[in-house]
Every structure is written in structure tokens, then in C-alpha cells.
């Protein structure tokens, strides 16, 4: 009878201490920026962060209307593409309607710092360009303007 209060204490920390895999239900979970659709997470898109499931933001896949597959990542590098001879415009803000703050040429590399968001059609992204920092689409249904690309 004097063991049963050592007995119940051992219980009940052995069940707040359990290391069983709560396995989550991410099914109609959707943490996503606003203008962004969020494809429903599977179960590889989650860890569990101090016994929480949280759904890792550099995992989570999105897609914006009338936008090609986004590639880009934030805090990698990427480069204006080359596949036709256009320049591309850093603008000040995600949308055509925002002022103009540089023409990128062909071939210019720059740093994701920011993004997706889906504003007019596209997939907007900030980025650092020399000393500018700005947004760009990364393309139409037709083409990519920028890619991901390790220099080197």
C-alpha cells in the first residue's frame, strides 16, 4: 500500500514523457502567406518541435494561378534567365503596378530574400541585386525570367 503513490507518480511521468510519434493530421491544415495556395502538407511535412507538429516553412509547397512550377528559394542564389533577350524589372513592390527600381539583364545573379507571393498571375520574389533590393516574377505560363543558380 506505501509503494502505490511512488507507483502512480512513475505512471503518470511515463505518460507525459512518452516518446511515441503523436503522428499528426496535416489534412486540411493550411499555413500559407496571403495570395498563396497551399498544397495540402503530407506527413513528411511536418516535425514535431518540443511535441508540437509544425509544418516547416522551407517545406511547404505552393503555387500560385496561371504561374509556371515554382524553383526559386528563399536565401539562395539565382540568376535572370537567358532564354530570350529581355530585361527583367525589379520593382519596389509584388506586382507589375509598382514602380520600377532597376532593368536586370540576362545573366545578372542576384539573392532570394524573400517570397512567394502571387499577385497578377505571377510568383513574385525578393531579392538583392548589387545594391538594390526589389521584386521579380519568375515567370508566365509560357517561360521562367529567373532560375536557380550556384555560381561557380
Do not use: K
Not at 516535425?47 to 496561371?66: F, G, K, R, Y
Request: with cysteine; glycine share 8%.
Amino acid at each position: 500500500m506505501r509503494y502505490t503513490p511512488v507507483l502512480f507518480i512513475l505512471l503518470f511521468i511515463s505518460a507525459c514523457t512518452s516518446n511515441s510519434d503523436p503522428s499528426p493530421s496535416v489534412d486540411g491544415t493550411r499555413i500559407v502567406p496571403i495570395g498563396v495556395t497551399q498544397v495540402n502538407p503530407t506527413q513528411s511535412d511536418v516535425q514535431t518541435v518540443d511535441n508540437v507538429p509544425v509544418i516547416m516553412p522551407s517545406q511547404l509547397a505552393v503555387e500560385c494561378d496561371n504561374a509556371p512550377v515554382i524553383r526559386m528559394t528563399v536565401q539562395q542564389p539565382g540568376r535572370v534567365t537567358d532564354d530570350n533577350n529581355d530585361t527583367l524589372n525589379l520593382r519596389n513592390g509584388p506586382g507589375v503596378s509598382f514602380d520600377i527600381l532597376e532593368a536586370l539583364d540576362p545573366g545578372d545573379e542576384f539573392m532570394v530574400i524573400g517570397g512567394p507571393t502571387c499577385a497578377g498571375g505571377f510568383a513574385w520574389f525578393r531579392i538583392r541585386h548589387n545594391n538594390n533590393i526589389g521584386w521579380v516574377a519568375e515567370g508566365d505560363s509560357e517561360s521562367y525570367y529567373i532560375e536557380p543558380y550556384l555560381s561557380g
